[in-house]
């Protein structure tokens, strides 16, 4: 399976998600966002090396640590010289390899970001807990819509106060899940400790592992 993260904007912690997912699901996460990546990287080949058709897709996965990642380069150069029209071919290369992959898209509505959701059997769409983010998030769904790409579940990101998660829930017709607003979530993909196995009793924990769960039974 091939999960997309996606978010209407920016901000909305969709990279830490993606990470925290990628343990819960036991998956190699993509740090797809060619111009703006945000998951850990270290020297290897990566995905802009990838595109450009000079590394294969299974040697830049970095393994043995709580999340494998495939990591994106941080140069303009790379970027460049990557070729979106690859990334399909590389997922499902991923895919076949290790199974599950999720895929940190871009943020916005850009061209670059519906290419992953062309190419993913789901999506999981980032939100902040406001009500005006539910137009983001709607945009977001009909994007995926129109490229085919099934909404698996809205995780209303960063919540203090109880969101309105049945609007969300109601209005893209998939669960809603709110994820607390939690130190330990923000400082997960700096420290490369997940909450999920670091701090698995942990409410975070646990509303990741429901969002985990609402993936699954759309994979189904």
Do not use: W
């Amino acid at each position: 399976m091939i999960l997309a993260v996606v978010s209407g904007k920016g901000g909305v912690g969709k990279s830490t998600l993606s990470f925290e997912l990628g343990a819960a699901l036991d998956a190699v996460v993509v740090d797809a966002d060619l111009g703006m990546a945000n998951l850990p990287y270290a020297p290897g080949p990566d995905l802009h090396d990838v595109l450009a058709g000079r590394a294969d897709p299974t040697e830049a996965v970095r393994e043995g640590a709580p999340v494998s990642i495939l990591p994106c380069g941080r140069t303009l150069a790379g970027a460049r010289a990557a070729d979106v029209r690859r990334l399909d071919d590389v997922l499902h290369a991923v895919e076949a390899a290790y199974g599950t992959v999720v895929v940190d898209c871009p943020a916005g509505m850009r061209a670059n970001a519906g290419v992953p959701l062309a190419i993913a059997d789901a999506c999981v769409v980032v939100a902040s807990p406001k009500r005006y983010a539910l137009a983001d998030a709607v945009r977001t769904r009909e994007l995926a819509r129109e490229l085919g790409c099934g909404l698996a579940a809205v995780a209303v990101n960063r919540t203090v106060d109880d969101p309105p998660l049945d609007a969300f829930a109601d209005v893209l017709g998939a669960p809603a899940t709110a994820i607390p607003a939690d130190t330990r979530l923000s400082e997960a993909v700096d420290r490369f400790e997940p909450v999920v196995t670091a701090s698995p009793n942990s409410l975070p924990s646990t509303r990741i592992r429901e969002l985990a769960s609402a993936v699954r039974v759309c994979g189904r």
